[in-house]
């Protein structure tokens, strides 16, 4: 979809022909559409800058950033706020999503669910219940360990490379 924002900070939706707050363009996303915003004047893109003030605006930033990462952010120099944000967060929601799939794949052959009649793969519904979604269990703790110790000896590299770079 395309939108439009002009200088009054409106979003005007080209294929609704007609004008949405931000509030819609977030429902519309949330149900999968491909949002592109351009300046109205311009044309200039402002996809990045309008889906980063959704994610801040929608979960608010004060439980998403402490000040302290914040104040940390601002002190970095473009490229490397640029290299550390688009490497490790997309990475660490790459490995989130991941972890997320495999443990919701294995979830039809947990036999604790199958006694509990929510769902049962191969087991069976013993009980006799309503299967169900449940909800994925969390991903095991040696896993997400492993993976913290992998995102902390990156971020202590990173850290020493721009150390080495304002010397």
Do not use: C
């Amino acid at each position: 979809m395309l939108v439009k924002k002009y200088g009054n900070r409106r979003l005007y939706d080209t294929e609704s022909s007609r004008y949405i707050t931000l509030d819609e363009l977030t429902e519309k996303i949330r149900a999968g559409a491909e949002a592109r915003v351009i300046d109205a004047k311009t044309n200039r893109d402002l996809t990045q800058e309008t889906l980063t003030q959704i994610i801040i605006e929608s979960r608010g930033a004060d439980t998403l950033f402490p000040a302290a990462l914040l104040h940390q952010l601002i002190r970095l120099g473009d490229d490397a706020l640029a290299e550390f944000l688009g490497r490790y967060v997309q990475g660490a929601l790459e490995l989130y999503l991941q972890a997320r799939k495999s443990t919701q794949s294995i979830m039809p052959f947990n036999p604790l669910m199958a006694l509990l009649g929510q769902g049962g793969g191969g087991f069976g519904n013993w009980l006799g219940g309503q299967q169900s979604q449940a909800p994925a269990p969390p991903p095991p703790r040696e896993a997400v360990q492993s993976d913290v110790e992998g995102l902390r000896r990156e971020l202590d590299e990173l850290k020493a490379s721009l150390k080495k770079r304002r010397k």
